[in-house]
């Protein structure tokens, strides 16, 4: 007869990979359609909440680096063209790594800080302060 922690064992190996080890903090995918000649991002709000931060740099930042002209809709971003899944999602993941996650410890607990006109990204868990573009 198998104990309980052998059984728990048996149960947590036979788990995949992507469900046991799981990180407090994974950056969000872009949901949304083509609608016409537009694309929209039914998520936007969700986004920008579990980043943490300021929506009209976020707003610019991915209307910038996706090279097209958008604007909110309620909880929605509407971009003034089709544009592919997989490229928001890659400009939404460069966001994320240049102005949320910490370069040092890799944690999501910052905050950008302005100082003398120049921005900087303030990790809380470990310290450590980077001087980013504004």
Excluded: W
């Amino acid at each position: 007869m198998k104990t309980y922690e052998q059984m728990l064992e048996e149960g947590i190996k036979s788990l995949p990979e992507s469900v046991v080890l799981k990180e407090r903090f994974e950056i969000p995918k872009a949901k949304g359609h083509v609608q016409g000649n537009k694309t929209v991002i039914t998520n936007f709000n969700d986004i920008i909440s579990s980043f943490r931060r300021d929506k009209d740099h976020f707003l610019k930042y991915i209307l910038k680096e996706l090279a097209t002209p958008g604007y909110m809709d309620g909880p929605r971003l509407v971009l003034g063209r089709k544009v592919n899944a997989s490229l928001i999602n890659q400009k939404i993941e460069a966001y994320a790594n240049n102005y949320v996650m910490c370069n040092n410890c890799g944690k999501p607990d910052t905050q950008i800080v302005v100082k003398e006109e120049k921005s900087y990204l303030r990790c809380a868990a470990c310290g450590t302060q980077k001087l980013i573009k504004s």
